[in-house]
């Protein structure tokens, strides 16, 4: 259950960075007076690449021991993983046509990764918090 609460958070938080990232590209393409159009399909493209940038989390979060090296590698390994996936995935639904477009899905990119990131962060400290506030009152129950 734990897993599938995983997935589900890190799909819809990175859809919607996506989305509000797209709005603001959208926005700043049609007040300098080049207006970006989507096709019908770019949203769905979208919740099917946050769905499969969600599953390497897994394997970040795992609780699965790992040798310490290869422990401090794995955000480099899942950063680039996601960073090649995504480019990918771009590249294959057409999010960029040209080199001004990619490395403007490139800093999205980054940017949407430290905000997940520390989104997830954040929660996973607040349900420390929960439990631990939980626990505290069996304790006092004792």
């Known amino acids: 259950m734990r897993k599938i609460k995983l997935i589900l958070e890190q799909t819809f938080l990175l859809a919607f960075l996506i989305q509000v990232v797209m709005a ?27 769905f499969l940038c969600s599953l390497p989390t897994l394997i970040l979060m795992s609780e699965r021991e790992f040798p310490k090296g290869i422990r401090r590698l794995l955000p480099i390994f899942h950063i680039l993983l996601l960073y090649v996936l995504t480019m990918g995935m771009g590249y294959l639904f057409q ?8 490395l403007v899905t490139s800093v999205a990119f980054f940017v949407i990764y430290a905000l997940v ?19 505290l009152a069996i304790q006092d129950e004792d």
């Open 117 to 135: 990131w520390n989104f997830s962060l954040f929660l996973q400290k607040y349900d420390e918090k929960l439990i631990n506030d939980a626990l």
């Open 95 to 102: 999010w960029y046509t040209n080199l001004k477009y990619f």
């Open 24 to 50: 603001l590209e959208a926005l700043f393409s049609y007040v300098t007076g080049d207006p970006v159009t989507f096709s019908w399909y770019v949203p769905l493209t979208v919740i099917l690449a946050s």
